[in-house]
């Protein structure tokens, strides 16, 4: 049977802005306070997805979830009319309300951990949400994002859908961004990675920034996902490149099949893990482990660019594609290295540049914006095939892009009551394009 890695990019909501909310990511603090263009930014991401589907891949579209979040408003005191609560807000606690009103869960590797039926046990495709336990405005974001999810792998003869795991700092988890599978191919057991940054029972944790991932949370989702122990890799991501602004794994780590890209600095104790890595992977085909050297891309620059939060993708003709973002363009030792991958002897064939600037400005690269899912031929048929992008979806998503999105939106566009209204009308109809039923809570009422 044949297998495929389907890239689901989440879609950027409509209050898309720079709140500078995410202490520890370098570009969400720098950019705080500009002024965005949220429809600029769903366009961009849309291209991506629409490049990827014209480069012969199958690709899926993650609905945002709904901003502002009233219900968590609400927990937090703010009574009346919906109107009033924002009106409220916006006075006493305005921070709070950017909390409600960020289009985070655009970045969907965030949004879940999901484990082929290929690798565990029970032969179901795993799927849980992360908690996001770091950051108050990601924490809100599971409970959406998992309706939204069930809504798209709806069928639990292949789908099974786990609770995301508990909100406490002992369990934080920010989903696929700090998982990785390496296997022969897709419908190959892999061995599963597992980066985290900091483990309960030691001492090593970066000092400056917080490390978002638990080693307590990993292992908890590999044994829900009834993942073999044997082919499970548990590994910390190095404290001092946490601290200079690699606050997931999929900003300093890659890895595609049996190709794994990441920064000499990665990891803590990194010979070691180069070992396991080495011990552990079964397939037949040979394993491509390429370390990047600080002489060769400094951790400033692989900030600055991005260049790790690239998407490795197999192209159905041979060989894997990077899809970079533009920003590496601009810092000439990436570009360089980049093209000089293209020329050694390794599956990477083709470099692709894409213009994410407006996601890149809150810290959120290509990789960021999409979820990898493995799934059978069997399994693609029984996804929601409305999520499923094609030439019509593509068009009649940017129509209602065009249609309902601003193109510019600051901090003070947020206590006027109409930016809700107007979100809500557009993901009302997004329900109906990607035939997702009521998933949002203004629906439910
Ligand atoms: N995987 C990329 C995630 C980027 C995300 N940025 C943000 O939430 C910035 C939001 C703001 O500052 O407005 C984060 O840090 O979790």
Redesign the pocket.
Known sequence: MNYYEVNFDGLVGPTH??????YG?VA?KSN?NKTSNPKQAALQGLEKMWHLVQLGLHQGVVAPNARPDLITLRACGFAGSDSAVISKAAKAQPQLLKACY?A?SM?T??AATVSPSCDSADGKLHITPANLNN?L??AIEAPQTSQILKAMFSDPDFFSHHEALPQHPLYGDEGA?NYTRLADSYGHQGLALFVYGEDAHTQVKPQLFPARQTRQASEAVARSHQLDPQNTLFIQQNPEVIDQGV??NDVIAIGNENVFLFHEQAFYQQQGVIEQIKAGYQGDRPLHLIEVKNADISVEDAVKSYVFNSQLVSLPSGGMAVIAPGECQMVGKVEQYLSALCQASNPVSEVIYMDLKQSMQ???GPA?LRLRVTLSQQELSAVNPACLLDEGLYHRLRDWINTHYRDRLSEADLADPSLMTESQTALDTLTTILNLGSVYPFQQA
Do not use: M, Q, T
Not at 17 to 22: E, F
């Open positions: 802005n720079y709140a500078g909310l995410s990511n969400s705080a960020s985070s970045w590797a965030n950051k405005h990601r961004a606050f997931h809150n810290g959120g960021c």
